[in-house]
């Protein structure tokens, strides 16, 4: 079984690389997921987070992109699960986007293989300048 370090490496890779089958074989079948998007809250399964992965995919396919992913903590919940928070943004034609979404992404080990089964994801946080200076 591969590490939970070098699955979510493998995992963000696949991320920026748009590799839709990928992320479609990683949700798990029991997958729930909490959106906050403008104060609103919703949620959703796998078929509706699925189908967001391929929209977004399908949108920026022939734009200039690139995903900027920050993975921000590694938190082991019990010795199958791991919470991933994932600062996500991206660039279109060279600039930094003005907004990021925050994932809180739990993985778990099911028969050998790390399955996202819950995301909470908070979307329109500000880009300010000093969250990414180094």
């Known amino acids: 079984m591969e590490d939970f370090p070098t699955f979510l490496n493998r995992y963000l890779s696949k991320w920026k690389a748009t590799e839709l089958e990928f992320m479609e074989k990683v949700i798990d079948d029991a997958f729930q997921g909490i959106e906050v998007r403008e104060g609103i809250t919703s949620t959703h399964g796998k078929e509706a987070s699925v189908t967001g992965w391929s ?5 920026f396919k022939d734009k200039d992109m690139e ?3 920050y993975p921000i903590s590694i938190l082991p919940l019990n010795e199958n699960e791991f919470m991933a928070i994932i600062r996500a943004t991206m660039t279109l034609e060279g600039k930094l986007i003005d907004t990021s979404n925050l994932f809180f992404q739990t993985f778990t080990c099911k028969n050998g293989e790390w399955k996202l089964i819950r995301t909470y994801e908070e979307t329109g946080v500000s ?4 969250l990414f200076s180094d």
Request: glycine share 0%.
């Open 127 to 130: 880009n300010s300048e000093y």
């Open 55 to 59: 929209q977004a995919f399908i949108y």
């Open 67 to 69: 995903w900027i992913l």
